[in-house]
């Protein structure tokens, strides 16, 4: 019986200490940049990527500024006048420039959000997210049931523990999605870039840095949703001490499991959130 009442608490136990274990490194996962993270190997490899694309997207730079000329200038008259070649020299310059230098502009703006992060971060008073742990209650409900009640109780806790356990590696791989996606952004800038060059096609230069600053700002809704979490998390759900153990096991794994899919939800929808709220 007690072989049993271990089983079922170690099923739950070890679901939460997965879940936690998940969300302490989405914590840590947050406050990292591209540079530092696993090592720096993959940030390398990205710079080299982007240094090499760095040469087509000046090939670009030139067929974008002459699509651009032809689309904007009517005749080859309007091209001799003084102000409107030195309009087009200015926006040659400065595409050339953002082309070069997109890559520190870029950065700039992610230590920007790292920055918001960190100030959510102090503000809240979270050195790190709170711990999700299995009430005393629970406990003591398991281990005060007969041998049969145990039977389904098992099965219960096997269900949520599966369950809390998916939803950690969900939630896990949308925060290492973010990062992805952003080294995707560092090492096919140089392309976009090249677009500012001409005026009709400057709006793709745009779209790319309003969405690269959406997926940085992903950072600051995921810890928003992390420290939201961490305040349910610190006051257990309420479970009615006189019901049978099977009910109150199963309605605190719905509870806590309902309170998980807010946090999965959220930072699984953070893009669109951030999109939404910069609408884009």
């Not at 006048?81 to 595409?95: C, G, H, M, T, Y």
């Amino acid at each position: 019986m007690e072989e049993k009442s271990g089983w079922i608490i170690n099923l739950l136990s070890n679901a939460l200490e997965t879940w936690n274990d998940k969300v302490s490194e989405i914590w840590s996962l947050i406050t990292q940049s591209p540079e530092t993270f696993k090592g720096g190997g993959i940030w390398s490899v990205m710079l080299d990527i982007n240094g090499a694309l760095q040469a087509i997207a000046f090939g670009l730079l030139v067929l974008f500024f002459v699509v651009g000329l032809i689309k904007t200038c009517g005749s080859f008259a309007e091209v001799k006048r003084p102000e409107q070649i030195f309009k087009l020299f200015v926006r040659f310059a400065l595409a050339k420039m953002v082309i070069t230098y997109g890559l520190d502009l870029m950065l700039a703006l992610f230590k920007i959000v790292q920055g918001i992060v960190t100030t959510i971060i102090s503000s809240a008073g979270f050195g790190s997210p709170a711990q999700t742990l299995l009430p005393s209650s629970i406990i003591s409900a398991v281990n005060s049931c007969s041998f049969f009640d145990k039977i389904p109780l098992w099965a219960v806790s096997l269900i949520g523990g599966i369950f809390i356990t998916v939803l950690s590696f969900i939630m896990i791989l949308t925060v290492y999605g973010r990062f992805f996606k952003l080294y995707l952004y560092t090492a096919i800038a140089p392309i976009p870039l090249s677009t500012f060059a001409g005026e009709p096609t400057s709006h793709i230069g745009k779209s790319f840095l309003k969405s690269f600053m959406a997926v940085c700002l992903e950072g600051a809704i995921i810890v928003l949703s992390c420290i939201i979490f961490s305040l349910f998390a610190s006051t257990p759900p309420v479970v009615d001490s006189s019901l049978p153990a099977v009910t109150q096991v199963w309605t605190y794994i719905v509870e806590i499991i309902f309170n998980m899919l807010i946090l999965v939800g959220t930072i699984k929808m953070s893009d669109r959130v951030v999109r939404e709220m910069m609408g884009l």
